[in-house]
């Protein structure tokens, strides 16, 4: 049976701590999902679509960490949206038995490890943590749409394509 995961999130956009985490699952599992989930807490800043194309556009820039992305040794990798419903519905969908989150910090700990709780209750879907490269540790979609906002340079955290996306979009 393959093993298959799946990593969610906003990916709002996304940066290079998201594209790490992605390649080192990648190197873990048969098939990666890669799904643009709606958090109803979140505003989005791109749409979906903006934000899988972005995804895809961004897999050449994973050589930065030393991986090719995704390789013939890795995961077949799948981007997709979750505009609704459970995420471990989804994961029963693809028959995904385990969910990928990075975590940088306490704070991200805390977050994530009711949802992991709850995933786990719901369905047994299992969620493994993987911690953040700490070049990436501060790095957050959110930090990268301010700085980007107010005229600073994102070239560090964010592959090209995000970087021409935020200025087109301001
Ligand atoms: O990048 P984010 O916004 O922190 O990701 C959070 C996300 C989208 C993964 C989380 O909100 C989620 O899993 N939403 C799906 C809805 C769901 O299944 N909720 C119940 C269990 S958490």
Known sequence: MPKIAVYPGSFDPITFGHLDIAARAASLFDELHIVVVHNPAKTPFF?????????????????RF???F???KQAK???ATMDSGLLV?????VDAS??????????????????????????GV?????????SQGFVSSSLVKQVAELGGSVDKYVPSAVVKALKGKH
Not at 126 to 134: C, G, M, N, V, Y
């Open 47 to 63: 749409s979906s679509e903006e934000r899988v194309a972005l995804i895809e556009a961004s897999f050449s820039e994973a050589a």
């Open 66 to 68: 030393g991986k090719a």
């Open 70 to 72: 995704p390789s013939s």
């Open 77 to 79: 990798v799948i981007v």
């Open 89 to 93: 519905d989804y994961c029963k969908k």
């Open 98 to 123: 385990v969910l990928i989150k990075g975590v940088r910090n306490n704070a991200d700990l805390e977050y994530e490890l009711p949802m992991a709780r709850v995933n786990r209750d719901l369905a």
């Open 126 to 134: 299992e969620t493994i943590f993987l911690p953040a490269d700490p």
